[in-house]
């Protein structure tokens, strides 16, 4: 049984889905171009004085106008600071004439707006201006031939002498990177639930073509490799679902704080995001890999159907790639996820040090053989806890050895990402679960309960190789001995039958015939 409302909640629409297991809130699907239009409609929402905001936002909430945003150029991708588009004040002091080229721009093609960054005359950094297409001096290559996401327009937009009134400067001079960067943030949370929405529906279409597919006499779904991806894929999205609604709900809970306490709301809105800005970086890497992941795997659950253009894996898999590009590629968002962090601990609003001196000494002591703590989910949060120490440990003695060269040592630093993403993502599954056999007790939380324990061997998996890695890179001798002993300490899990869980898993999803959890 399923019923769908349709329902408004803190002022925004959303599908109310009320299925037999749950009842989940789903954002009204936003596709590229919708999410491109909120990504053009934030910089005047957030950063627009009351004549822009009364102009503008009332036409492109209604969908009258449509926005495009117009940071990327031909040479300046993820070096987004270095654009080479000018604006240049008129004789007259009345317009800017902005000149350059952009690339990649969604919405190009029917934009009635766009949010250009170009830098004035000689300035460090980029300015922000709302550009009408009406001005005039706007021109732009035919629709990119692309691999995927063919519903929406990418065009290349060249700015011929465009005059811009003085008026629609966005914010302050030199300050448009800072819009570009904290508009990206808002960007990559919602990116990650896309994906994880787009996740749950390529994985209900692989369960469904594997009861209706037949092979050897039996339907594919019997299989154990068919059901081991099947588990896969489930518990991964059901972690970065639970990370992705943990941090909205973090950043929902922060504004209201910064709103109760006098702040403007579009200024707390920001503020709170920005508060949130390494989780959304996260997100965003780990949304984008699983859907990836799930799309390869429909693929290969469909078979030679999965490779035919006519069958839907093929649209899925072409889709999905594009999310690990845009709104930062997970590269970039890995090596920001640490910089955020590390320049958090010098601004002494993270303790990274404290932590990580007391694993050092940790490491120096006798192990704790006490009393095994047998109640529910205590397993699991000291494997947590023991990650969050091997953590701590690698950055901390990273931080410590390399100091200055820490930052060109990307390798190193995708470890120490990788290992901070799966703490994060871990922990929010943990947490989601706990809440959920709270309210509804553990028999009819079993299915969580698996899936939080199969991602958690992943977890500790892939927190060790990471953690061996690094320290196989920048430590040597004794130390290197001690903190790999460390390492092998933290990242200790009793045995736990992940094969007898992917098939329980696997189950519940084959006899509801969708994604459920
Ligand atoms: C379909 C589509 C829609 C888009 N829509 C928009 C839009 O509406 N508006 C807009 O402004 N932009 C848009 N973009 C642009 C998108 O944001 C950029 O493509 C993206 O930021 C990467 O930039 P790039 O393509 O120049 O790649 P590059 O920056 O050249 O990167 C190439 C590779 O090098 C890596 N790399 C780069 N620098 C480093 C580094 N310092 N360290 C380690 N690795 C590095 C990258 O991770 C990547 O793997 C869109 C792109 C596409 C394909």
Redo the contacts with the bound molecule.
């Keep these: 049984m399923e019923t769908t409302e349709k329902k408004t909640i803190k002022g925004g629409e959303f599908l109310i889905k009320e299925t037999a297991y749950q009842d989940v809130f789903i954002p009204e699907e936003f596709d590229e171009e919708q999410q491109?239009i909120a990504q053009s409609t934030l910089p005047i929402l957030y950063y627009g004085n009351e004549e822009q905001k009364a102009k503008y936002i009332p036409k492109l909430g209604s969908g009258e106008w449509k926005a495009?945003?117009?940071?990327?150029e031909p040479n300046s991708?993820?070096?987004a600071n270095s654009g080479k588009t000018k604006a240049v004040l008129s004789a007259d002091g009345k317009h800017y004439i902005i000149n350059g080229q952009k690339m990649?721009?969604?919405n190009g093609g029917f934009a009635d707006i766009f949010i250009v960054f170009a830098k004035i005359d000689d300035d460090k950094n980029l300015t922000a201006f709302i550009v009408e297409k009406d001005f005039g001096g706007i021109t732009m290559n035919p629709e990119e031939h692309?691999m995927g996401?063919k519903g929406s327009s990418?065009r290349q937009v060249f700015f011929n002498d465009c005059e811009v009134p003085v008026e629609n400067m966005l914010s302050d001079r030199e300050n448009g990177f800072k819009i570009a960067v904290n508009i990206l943030n808002i960007g990559r949370i919602k990116l990650s639930a896309a994906a994880i929405g787009a996740s749950k529906a390529t994985l209900s279409t692989a369960i469904n073509y594997s009861n209706e597919r037949s092979q050897f006499g039996r339907s594919i779904s019997k299989y154990g490799a068919i059901r081991f991806k099947i588990a896969e894929m489930a518990s991964k999205l059901y972690a970065v679902d639970a990370a992705n609604y943990r941090a909205g709900q973090n950043i929902d809970d922060t504004y209201d704080q910064l709103v109760a306490g006098g702040m403007e709301s579009g200024k707390a809105r920001l503020k709170s995001v920005e508060q949130f800005a390494v989780e959304c970086a996260i997100l965003k890497v780990w949304g984008s890999e699983a859907l990836d992941y799930t799309v390869d795997e429909g693929v290969q659950i469909y078979g030679g159907m999965g490779f035919s253009a006519d069958a839907p894996m093929d649209r899925a898999y072409r889709d999905a790639r594009?999310n690990r590009?845009?709104e930062?590629?997970n590269?970039?968002n890995r090596?920001l996820t640490v910089d955020m962090m590390l320049k958090r601990a010098m601004k002494g609003e993270l303790d990274l040090m404290g932590p990580a001196t007391a694993v050092a000494a940790e490491l120096m002591s006798i192990p704790d053989f006490g009393e095994e703590d047998t109640t529910l989910f205590a397993a699991e949060k000291k494997v947590l806890a023991n990650l969050k120490k091997a953590t701590l440990m690698v950055a901390g003695a990273a931080v410590q050895k390399l100091m200055m060269t820490l930052s060109k040592e990307?390798e190193i630093l995708m470890n120490i990402a990788d290992m901070a993403g799966y703490v994060y993502v871990l922990e929010s599954a943990l947490l989601r679960t706990e809440k959920l056999v709270s309210l509804r007790g553990e028999e009819a939380s079993a299915g969580q309960l698996d899936l939080l324990r199969i991602y958690m061997v992943e977890a500790v998996d892939s927190v060790a190789k990471a953690g061996k890695e690094a320290l196989w890179a920048f430590a040597d001798g004794d130390e290197q001995r001690m903190m790999l002993v460390g390492l092998r300490r933290f990242t200790k899990v009793e045995p736990f039958n992940v094969k007898d869980a992917r098939q329980r898993v696997a189950q519940q999803l084959i006899e509801a015939n969708k994604y459920i959890f």
């Design positions: 491109m495009a945003y117009c940071l990327t991708g993820s070096d990649w721009i969604t692309k996401i990418t594009i590009i845009f930062g590629t590269e970039i090596l990307q």
